[in-house]
């Protein structure tokens, strides 16, 4: 008997030993029942989420949209890349969206989104994103959640360090991660240092129509400008650039790269240089860049090509630039909610190196300057530094903040979001990552305003964190809820692309915003058929264009005959309906585009060159109503010669 | 018969409310409709509780046959509706005057009453019949042609008063603030009937 209790205990033993084995191998996947984060993430069916994040698909060059904490994902906004869902790239309306001084481009690389503010808290007017590859900067509309502005930023290469706003959104800033010869040359590579720049481009945005434009290029040395961050607060007035590789290197940058031990810090007084530029100052330089706007109620993009920028040399200005030696070629910057630190995550060490705003200005007062890069002046490292983070973490990245006095930097190497004290500069928590974090987000937790409730951290590697999918997996971010000491756990989930960066924001300042039909009323389309009898269809030359209206359940017309082989067929079509949610779609056998989604009140233009005689249909892909399989009709296409007159009908047999 | 004749008076005009606040209103909802499309019938036409059910409401019922909801043009009630509103509402303002200065007894107050009374029964009459031939007279060619269990044709009369289950939708139908006002003007008139009788008494005695 008393043998066959101990064999128990044993068992137990074993069994507590294995379960303890497996708790400790993945602590954060219990989470969920160590304590009640399922209620935490749970979000009742019809409910709503609390805060919507705006989260940058990378190479997908969109931006998709989720709702915290049930993290669950709302819609893809096409900004960069052609989008076959909506027909964004690909409508005759929206294809001026995605030129460029290199021509039609359909993608890009989506990095940091960031939502407009008025004095330093989210006002959810926009969402601005840049395009690294091709340097652009897009403006996201959050009454309609369509891209409504791109603006291409010339003499740059590797926009990465944008699109961040200043605290009244008087500039969303872009920098230039890959120097180049500016102008454009042809020298050759390793002639970088010295010739190549690095221009930072303040793009002035209106406060009413929010319509971009570059105010002034600051021309930096060819260093490779990394991140930035806007000054708040006291600091309200500057923005802060990282740097890296200011050994300036053109080849094997890992390497040749990471041999300084320190880089710099670029702050930048834009406000000195935007009273220099208003006062006359700075150069126009020839140019060549896009600048395309989208508006709601022509629901057509024009693209104008711009010729000149204003370029401002540093040295031109005294005063207004100063670099902040900072150690380990650091990647983010960050500013703290109050606008006194400034965070740089020296990326190849364990430390945070945390510079004070007001030790900066008055080492700049009482010139604490060790020597100067191209003339630029260097600040003393002990005189700005306030602190340092100790072996917080390996590999740290970025840094977000609660509002209460925590700061949360992601460390990449180690895999790992770090809650730590901005004014004892200890580290409080520290939570593992699935896996490499690169950017941390928590709603405002860029802003002077932070609303700490949850942390995003967005991962670069999945692995098995899901049911796999071939070698090809979605990326993986993790939820925690940040109100108690330590950090809580709650949530996976998969996003789309890859994520740099997200913006997020309380669902309540932009929710009632957002727009349901667009009024047919205000449609000013050139070729929209509004009232009914506008529908019909025009020759010109080769050119047919027909206008089309949509209602459940038909097109009209939708009987189309007279059209020949070789013309070229617009269908520019109207959708008459004016209830929410009640898209129709467009498609025609043999076009070599996309199909469309049409809005309620929106027109949208395809074009189809009918290479066959015959009798060819097109319907709706929007399952509309009970009848959108009806909702069909079909074009008769004659033999190039035909001398059948065009005609059209709808409902005649 | 002073406070007879001014709640009289107060009472005709809570009437003139039917021509800023709508008599009544049909309120449709559908599991795809979370929030209900809605008409606001006024005594000078129908208008859509948000700006587009009129057109919405008329989209869907084209698929079972019924007519648009008609234009204010359209019915000869809505050019009517308002002369007898405001006819009545002067009239029982001056047989208020009237019965303040003492000229007329509070039996007139009643006989305001019965009339605009008749006139109500009427027009609800008439509305539920509007209603009736909306929804049981339907184009032949309808899309969705739908029977009752016997096999007789589906009527989409809405209800005149409360709530019906009709296909997807649930139909309310209720009075709205301007008939409120009507109900309680009529109710001060009835009112203004036994002050009056009781102030006109003891002069008639005396």
Known sequence: ?653 | MKKAGIIMIIGSLLLLGLFKFPLWNIMLGAPQYPEPMGMDIYITGIQGVQEFDIQNIDGLNHYIGMKTIPKPEEMWEFNVFPIVIGGMAALGVIIGILGFLGKVNAWWFLGWLVFMSVLGVLGMYDFNAWLTDYGTNLDPNAIMKMTNPDGSPMSYKPPLFGHQKMLNFDVDSYPAVGAYLMFAGMSLTLIAFFIGKKEWKPKYVK
């Open chain 1, 1 to 653: 008997m008393r043998k066959s209790i101990n064999i128990s205990i044993l068992v137990l033993l074993i069994t507590g030993l294995f379960s303890c084995n497996t708790n400790d191998s993945k602590d954060g996947d219990k989470g969920a029942l160590a304590s009640n984060a399922a209620e935490k993430v749970y979000v009742a069916p019809g409910e709503h989420d609390e805060f919507y994040a705006f989260v940058s698909g990378g190479y997908s060059g969109n931006l998709t949209v989720y709702g915290l904490p049930s993290g669950r994902m709302f819609k893809e906004i096409p900004v960069f890349s052609q989008f076959p869902t909506s027909g964004y790239g690909y409508s005759e309306e929206t294809k001026p969206m995605l030129n460029t001084s290199h021509g039609f481009i359909p993608w890009d690389d989506a990095h940091h989104p960031d939502i407009s503010q008025t004095s330093g808290k989210l006002d959810g007017r926009w969402v601005f994103i840049n395009g690294n590859n091709t340097p652009r900067i897009a403006k996201i509309d959050l009454k309609t959640f369509e891209t409504t502005e791109i603006i291409e930023v010339p003499n740059s290469a590797g926009n990465h360090s944008s699109s961040f706003v200043t605290e009244n959104t008087e500039y969303v800033v872009a920098g230039t991660r890959f120097s180049v010869p500016v102008p454009q040359q042809d020298i050759a590579i390793n002639e970088y240092k010295g010739k190549f720049k690095g221009a930072l481009s303040f793009i002035s945005v209106d406060p009413e129509d929010g319509i971009m434009s570059i105010k002034f290029q600051l021309m930096m040395p060819g260093f490779n400008y990394d991140l930035s961050h806007p000054g708040r607060g006291k600091s309200h007035g500057w923005f802060f650039f990282t740097t890296y590789n200011t050994e300036e290197a053109n080849s094997l940058l890992e390497v040749n790269a990471s041999q300084n031990d320190k880089d710099f810090i670029a702050a930048v007084n834009w406000k000195k240089i935007e009273e220099y530029v208003n006062n006359g100052g700075g150069k126009m330089m020839p140019a060549n860049y896009a600048h395309n706007v989208y508006d709601d109620d022509t629901h057509t993009a024009t693209s104008t090509m711009m010729k000149e920028v204003l370029v401002v040399d540093p040295l031109e200005v005294p005063g207004a630039v100063f670099l902040l030696p900072t150690p380990k070629s650091p990647h983010g910057v960050d500013i703290d909610p109050s606008g006194e630190y400034i965070i740089g995550n020296g990326k190849l060490s364990a430390d945070l190196t945390i510079h004070s705003f007001t030790k900066m200005i008055s080492a700049i007062e009482n010139k604490k300057f060790d020597g100067d890069a191209y003339g630029i002046p260097i600040l003393k490292f002990e005189e700005i530094l306030r602190g340092t983070v100790k072996q917080a973490g390996l590999g740290p990245l970025h840094t977000e903040f609660d509002g209460k006095g925590n700061g949360y930097t992601t460390f990449f190497i180690s895999s790992e979001l770090v809650k730590w004290d901005l004014e004892t500069l200890e580290v409080i928590d520290r939570k593992p990552n699935y896996y490499s974090v690169g950017h941390v987000m928590i709603p405002g937790g860029n802003s002077a305003h932070p609303f700490g409730k949850y942390a995003v951290s967005m991962n670069k590697i999945t692995k098995d964190r899901y049911l796999p999918t071939g070698p090809e997996l979605e990326h993986s971010a993790q939820l925690f809820d940040i109100t108690g000491e330590k950090m809580e756990l709650l949530l996976d989930f998969p996003t789309h692309g890859e994520p740099h960066y997200a913006a997020g924001i309380p669902a309540s300042i932009i929710k009632e915003n957002s727009q349901k039909i667009y009024k047919l009323a205000e449609n000013e389309h050139e070729y929209a058929a509004i009232a009914n009898g506008d529908a019909r269809v025009e020759r010109d030359g080769n050119e047919v264009h027909v206008y089309m209206t949509m209602i459940r359940s038909h097109f009209t017309p939708d009987n189309i005959e007279g059209i020949k082989v070789g013309d070229k067929v617009y269908f520019h079509i109207t959708n008459h309906e004016q209830d929410f949610d009640v898209p129709h779609g467009f498609a025609m056998i043999g076009a070599n585009s996309s199909g469309l989604l049409i809005m309620p009140g929106q027109t949208k233009t395809t074009v189809w060159e009918p290479k066959e005689v015959g009798v060819w249909p097109f319907y709706c892909t929007d399952f509309c109503s009970a009848l959108h399989q009806e909702m069909q009709g079909y074009v008769r296409v004659s033999p190039k010669s035909s001398k059948l007159e065009l005609s059209w009908s709808l409902g005649e047999d």
